[in-house]
């Protein structure tokens, strides 16, 4: 219902009670609790009208909007801070130990973490003889049985196949693997890249 409209129809209801009451002469209507609520609720409801009807001021939506923007540069600046801190933190960098071995996989560095999005992730990359389907098809069969979630896309683009599996484990600590291969069109290496999300970090307290 229209704000506008309720005062008007609840102080209607109320004046209407009134005058019944009044043309029976059973009792005080203005006593009446049935009546006092009626006339409360639309003396509310006035009241929010006429809030409703005060004038905003863009210097009050600017400042608000500044505030908000602030606070958000304020978290941004704190989660990248901790990401950083993450990247840098000395002690071993590996693999979850049950990825799968990657047949005929030559790597191209070491095994490496990097920022990638909002998430410090382990990064393994290198090259491999197999298809990307022949290198899909082999981390399902190595993970067969497995207490483990298995997603995987097969895409082909410009006659480009590539592969991208996901594997995660099913209990806490939660632990993801990713496999991205690809090979171009006309070409008899696959480019291989496998990682894995860190835990993601908390930000500092103020």
């Known amino acids: 219902m229209n704000s506008k409209l309720r005062p008007l129809l609840a102080l209607s209801v109320a004046g209407s009670f009134l005058l019944n009451q009044f043309a029976f002469a059973q009792e005080d209507a203005l ?28 210097s009050d939506l600017k400042k608000q909007a500044d505030e908000i923007q602030a606070q958000e540069k304020q978290e941004e600046e704190k989660e990248k801070a901790a990401l950083q801190k993450q990247l840098v933190a000395p002690g071993p960098v590996a693999l979850p130990d049950w990825t ?33 389907k022949e290198l899909g098809d082999a981390w399902e069969a190595a993970v067969a049985g497995k207490e483990l979630n298995n997603s ?15 594997l995660s484990t099913r ?3 939660r632990q993801e693997v990713k496999m991205e291969a690809k090979r171009e069109a006309g070409d008899k290496t696959t480019e291989v890249n496998i990682s894995s999300p860190l835990p993601k970090p908390e930000a500092a307290s103020d």
Not at 153 to 161: R, S
């Open 171 to 173: 209990t806490d600590p």
């Open 31 to 58: 006593k009446d609790p049935d009546l006092q609520e009626m006339l409360k609720e639309a003396n509310e409801l006035q009241k929010e009208s006429d809030s409703a009807k005060s004038p905003v001021k863009m």
């Open 100 to 132: 799968p071995a990657t047949p005929q996989f030559h790597a191209t560095g070491p095994v490496s973490k990097k920022i990638v999005d909002d998430e410090v992730r382990v990064i393994q990359t290198g090259t491999s003889s197999l298809s990307p």
């Open 152 to 166: 995987r896309n097969n895409i082909t683009m410009n006659g480009a196949p590539s592969v991208v599996l996901y």
